[in-house]
C-alpha cells in the first residue's frame, strides 16, 4: 500500500484514534490506529504503523492518548530514504518535527486488521 492511496483511502486519518504507542526494541516503534475504510464501506479497522531504525521520534504517553485530537488527520512523508509520521498536516521530514507527536525512521510497514 503506497503512501497516498494510504492517506487517499483512510483521509489522512481525520477523526481516527490512536489507540496504542508500542516500543518492541530500543529502535522500533508502533502505532496502532482504528479508523474508517472508505474500502469497505466505511467500517472501522485497525490500522498497524511499524517504524524500523527510528532515527527521531517525540511520543506522548499512552495515557493521554485519548485526549489527542486526529481532527487534522496525519501525515505520511518519504523523503530522502526516510519514512515519516507525525499528527497533523506537514510538508517534509524537517516540519513534522513540530508535531506533539513525531517519528521518522529508515523503514515502515503498514498493517490492517479488523477491529
Known sequence: ?????????????????????????????ELNFHVQDKARDYDWIKISFLFKEVKDARLIDES????LSLEDGISLIETQGLYG???????????????????????????????
Open 1 to 29: 500500500m503506497s503512501i497516498k492511496s494510504t492517506l487517499e483511502r483512510f483521509d489522512s486519518f481525520r477523526g481516527a484514534e490512536l489507540v496504542s504507542v508500542h516500543i518492541p526494541s530500543p529502535k522500533d516503534i
Open 64 to 67: 493521554r492518548l485519548k485526549f
Open 85 to 115: 509520521l507525525a499528527i497533523g498536516q506537514y510538508k517534509n521530514i524537517n516540519n513534522i518535527k513540530d508535531s506533539l507527536l513525531f517519528i521518522v525512521a529508515k523503514l515502515m510497514l503498514i498493517e490492517e486488521n479488523s477491529i
